[in-house]
């Protein structure tokens, strides 16, 4: 939306003398901390040339509703500052918008590189064996973590899996031992309690 930031009286001597009102415009617009990242990643935001009767100011994403979380932004003056977190989102590139309360806008390009993954310190196991995992690139929000299997049957012991997260850490980690299972290769899902999670695989012997 265009938003009229000057106006200029020219006077143009003609037979009738007339005057011309010419508009100066400008589009607002916005700068991100980072044009790409992670799942989870802090970015940044400032903005200008907004109206300045704007008294709000909100961020989203028309790509993804997911992309924004934890939001919080200022306008004042036509200027606008505030920042947000990477939501769940699977790679690739999302538009960040920036909107006034008086219907004022302007987008900027994010391009997500990847999402939370997770490593097995035993990839390779027997039945009975202990198996350590960590995560990487989860959503700071997350408070809890669960450690499962979608495979059937399940290749972890009941009572075994342990999982913890710190608060705005990120890194989730814990261990399980191998149950009673036939050699094969199983699916390990660790899983925040936002909803991110990621997967790797256990080869049993």
Same mark, same amino acid.
Request: glycine share 16%.
């Given at each position: 939306?265009?938003?009229?930031?000057?106006?200029?009286? *020219?006077?143009?001597?003609?037979?009738?003398? @007339?005057?011309?009102?010419?508009?100066?415009?400008?589009?607002?617009?916005?700068?991100?901390?980072?044009?790409?990242?992670?799942?989870?990643?802090?970015?940044? *935001?400032?903005?200008?040339?907004?109206?300045?009767?704007?008294?709000?100011?909100? $961020?989203?994403?028309?790509?993804?509703?997911?992309?924004?979380?934890?939001?919080?932004?200022?306008? /004042? #003056?036509? @200027?606008?500052?505030?920042?947000? +977190?990477?939501?769940?989102?699977?790679?690739?590139?999302? *538009?960040?918008?920036?909107?006034?309360?008086?219907? &004022? $806008?302007?987008?900027?390009?994010?391009? %997500?590189?990847?999402?939370?993954?997770?490593?097995?310190?035993?990839?390779?196991?027997?039945?009975?064996? &202990?198996?350590? $995992?960590?995560?990487?690139?989860?959503?700071? +929000?997350? /408070?809890?973590?669960? %450690?499962?299997? =979608? @495979?059937?049957?399940?290749?972890?012991?009941?009572? +075994?899996?342990?999982?913890?997260?710190?608060? #705005?850490?990120?890194?989730?980690?814990?261990?399980?031992?191998?149950?009673? *299972?036939? =050699?094969?290769?199983?699916? %390990?899902?660790? /899983?925040?309690?936002? #909803?991110?999670?990621?997967?790797?695989?256990?080869?049993?012997?």
């Amino acid at each position: 939306m265009k938003l009229l930031i000057a106006v200029l009286f *020219v006077c143009l001597l003609g037979a009738a003398g @007339s005057t011309v009102l010419q508009n100066i415009e400008a589009e607002p617009v916005i700068a991100l901390s980072s044009g790409s990242g992670n799942v989870g990643m802090q970015v940044s *935001v400032s903005g200008s040339g907004f109206l300045p009767t704007d008294t709000t100011c909100t $961020f989203s994403s028309p790509s993804s509703p997911s992309l924004v979380i934890s939001a919080a932004c200022v306008t /004042t #003056g036509g @200027s606008l500052a505030g920042g947000f +977190t990477v939501g769940n989102v699977l790679p690739g590139a999302y *538009v960040v918008q920036a909107s006034g309360n008086e219907g &004022d $806008f302007a987008q900027a390009l994010l391009q %997500i590189d990847g999402g939370a993954q997770m490593g097995l310190s035993g990839a390779t196991g027997e039945p009975g064996s &202990d198996v350590s $995992f960590r995560g990487v690139g989860f959503l700071p +929000t997350d /408070t809890t973590c669960t %450690i499962s299997s =979608p @495979s059937s049957p399940n290749p972890i012991l009941t009572g +075994t899996a342990a999982c913890t997260i710190q608060a #705005g850490s990120g890194t989730p980690q814990g261990s399980f031992i191998i149950g009673n *299972v036939l =050699p094969g290769q199983y699916v %390990i899902q660790l /899983t925040g309690n936002q #909803g991110d999670s990621a997967q790797a695989i256990l080869a049993v012997e």
